[in-house]
């Protein structure tokens, strides 16, 4: 059987013109970006806060429902994985390089510029750390646990392609197989290689601060670039050998430096004050979360802006990466349960990140409030480089992270061109390796573009634009997936029901 090749072609010539036109005139493209991100953000910033919401209470209500004993495939089908791996993969599909960028970052950054109120007190440390947890919690993995849902369902129940348009058939049946479902995976393909670029992105950064803080090499683009393509080499040498090598043996080496660095701080650290501050914001954050997950401050310009320029783009980067850790979380979690499924990826990766900031970013906020030490003033790259500075082995833990950042590095990009390759291949499981080098090329093209025309601003806005159109086919989703699970429940007790009666 031929494989159909036209999202594939389609998706690479509409990315070629744009990696042109941001070499030829970046500028024009940075200024056409800034727009559409002001229009996206003032115009859809209340869009993306309910939808964001909503799909909290859609996966909660996924929980307790009626539905919550269907199996993510054949009724007799098992676990693959057991629970303690399964976990372990869970989180390691998420959220690598932000982690390490923001872990000291963005709550320090809110602890000094809240989301309302004045900077560097006891209440902005408390409501900084809050708002770390909003971003990075159960709102975000809310998201992630409805798309994989949606895909493992398709996939393991009726043997559907592992595809974004798949998960409509519920709602348009065969024409998921004609140009609406092309346009849909077109649409799964850009936001996809937008959310990872910035990671990309992002990842470049900090290796660049790093090396400064290690070996002076100076901080700029070129730096970033010749960082980019040493990297390029890599990710592309490892996503040619195989999911089962390259990335299986890169997601271990991630894991096991991530738990040293993330125990080397909790003793290095204030670590009494840490579980003081983990305690405390636990309560305000169970206190607050739907309160902060709606909140848009109509009446106050600045507090608006903070919260599109940081709730609303994490909304969007979350979105826009669903298509990629769906995929990854749906592959790993066939013959469980609904009710087990979604449990485990609301609530297990949302406590390893509630931990995580609190240890890192509470040790930022611990030497600017408690010690005077000037965090807050640090860049976004550097400021982790900084409170490594204050700390007993800094230069040992410098070290780990710019190793760390480089292998997340690699498995993220190895990762999406995996995953950019099964979008555009029919939802093929192995795509072959030249189409993985051909976005891992393209993936890569696009990120500097980003750079240069806008710098993380231009990553952000890449991520929002792209998110909105996705965010809409994830919405009629969740109405399909609904169709299909009552369809299965009503089958299934009809059964009961003749079994009783013959018995």
Known sequence: MLMDRSVFKISVGIAIIFVLVGVLIPDRLGSAMEVAQGFVLESFGWFYQLVATFFLLFATF?????????????????????RPTWFAMLFSAGMGI???????????????????????TEQSAILGLRYTWLHWGLHAWAIYAIVAMALAYQKFKHNAPGLMSATLRPVLGEKVKGPIGKTIDVVAVFATLFGVAASLGLGAQQINAGLEYLIGIPNNFTIQFIIMAVITVLFIIS???????????????????????FFAMLILGPTLFLLNMFTTTLGSYVQNVALMGLRLSPFDET???????????????????TPFV???????????????FTIAVLLVPSLVCALWFTVFGGTGIYLEYVQGLNVSGQSLETALFYVYQQLPFGALLSVLTVG??????????????????????????????KIKVVWGIILVAATLVLMVSGG?????????????PLTFIVLIMCYGLMKDLDKEWKVE????????KAS
């Open 62 to 82: 996924m929980i307790f429902s009626k539905y919550g004993k269907i199996k993510l495939g054949k009724k007799d089908d098992k676990p693959e994985y057991s």
């Open 303 to 321: 507090e608006a802006a903070w919260t599109q320029g940081w709730t609303v783009f994490y909304w969007a980067w979350w979105i826009s990466w």
């Open 404 to 433: 760390l950042i480089t292998t997340f590095f690699v498995t993220s990009a190895d990762s999406a061109t995996f995953v950019l390759g099964m979008q555009t291949t029919g939802g093929k499981l192995n795509p072959p390796n």
């Open 98 to 120: 932000g982690l390490l960028f923001y872990g000291v970052s963005e709550p320090i950054s809110h602890f000094s510029t809240p989301p309302l109120g004045e900077g560097s």
């Open 326 to 340: 769906g995929m990854f979380i749906a592959r790993v979690s066939k013959g469980r349960t609904i009710r087990e």
């Open 456 to 468: 993380l601003a231009g990553l952000q806005t890449a991520i929002i634009v792209s998110a909105l």
């Open 493 to 500: 007790k009809n059964k009961d029901k003749s079994i009783k």
């Open 239 to 261: 996503a040619t050998t195989g999911i089962s090598k390259g990335i299986k043996y890169l997601s271990n080496i991630n894991m096991s430096i991530a738990v040293v660095l």
